[in-house]
C-alpha cells in the first residue's frame, strides 16, 4: 500500500473513532429521559455536532480510499475502526474488554495484516 492510502486510511479511523465517542459523549451528557426534552437537549449538544462533522469529514477520506483501493479489500481494512473505537471506549469511558473481545481484536488484527500483505 502506498503512503496516501494509508494516510487516507488513517484518517478515516480517526475520523470515526472521534465520531463515535463524540456521539457517547453527547448520549451520557443529555440528562432527559428519552421523550420531546431529550432530543431537544441531545441536538443542542455541541458532542453531537463533533460527531456529525467527524463523520462528514471521515466520509470525504472515506470516499478517496475508496477511490485508490478495491472495495473488497477496504471493506477489510475499514474493520479496523472497531478496534480503535473498542481501545476508545476502554480509555475514556472505562468499558470492559472482555475475552471474546480480545479474540475479535487479534483476529481483525490478523485480517488485516493479511489483505495488507496481499494488496
Same mark, same amino acid.
Not at 443542542?44 to 456529525?52: S, T
Not at 468499558?95 to 493479511?114: D, Q
Given at each position: 500500500?502506498?503512503?496516501?492510502i494509508i494516510?487516507?486510511?488513517?484518517?478515516?479511523?480517526?475520523?470515526?473513532?472521534?465520531?463515535?465517542?463524540?456521539?457517547?459523549?453527547?448520549?451520557?451528557?443529555?440528562?432527559?429521559?428519552?421523550?420531546? @426534552?431529550?432530543w431537544l437537549?441531545l441536538f @443542542?449538544?455541541?458532542?453531537?455536532?463533533? #460527531?456529525?462533522?467527524?463523520?462528514?469529514?471521515?466520509?470525504?477520506?472515506?470516499?478517496?480510499?475508496?477511490? @485508490?483501493?478495491?472495495?473488497?479489500?477496504?471493506?477489510?481494512?475499514? !474493520?479496523?475502526?472497531?478496534?480503535?473505537?473498542?481501545?476508545? #471506549?476502554?480509555?475514556?469511558?472505562?468499558?470492559?474488554?472482555?475475552?471474546?473481545?480480545?479474540?475479535?481484536?487479534?483476529?481483525?488484527? !490478523?485480517?488485516?495484516?493479511?489483505?495488507?500483505? !496481499?494488496?
Amino acid at each position: 500500500m502506498s503512503i496516501l492510502i494509508i494516510f487516507l486510511w488513517i484518517v478515516n479511523i480517526a475520523c470515526d473513532t472521534v465520531g463515535q465517542v463524540a456521539f457517547k459523549y453527547a448520549a451520557i451528557t443529555t440528562h432527559y429521559k428519552l421523550g420531546k @426534552k431529550y432530543w431537544l437537549q441531545l441536538f @443542542k449538544n455541541g458532542w453531537l455536532w463533533c #460527531g456529525f462533522t467527524a463523520y462528514f469529514i471521515g466520509f470525504l477520506f472515506w470516499l478517496a480510499f475508496l477511490s @485508490k483501493v478495491p472495495l473488497s479489500q477496504a471493506i477489510l481494512l475499514g !474493520s479496523f475502526n472497531m478496534i480503535a473505537v473498542m481501545i476508545a #471506549g476502554r480509555v475514556l469511558f472505562k468499558e470492559h474488554i472482555t475475552l471474546f473481545r480480545l479474540i475479535g481484536i487479534f483476529t481483525i488484527i !490478523s485480517g488485516v495484516i493479511l489483505v495488507g500483505i !496481499s494488496g
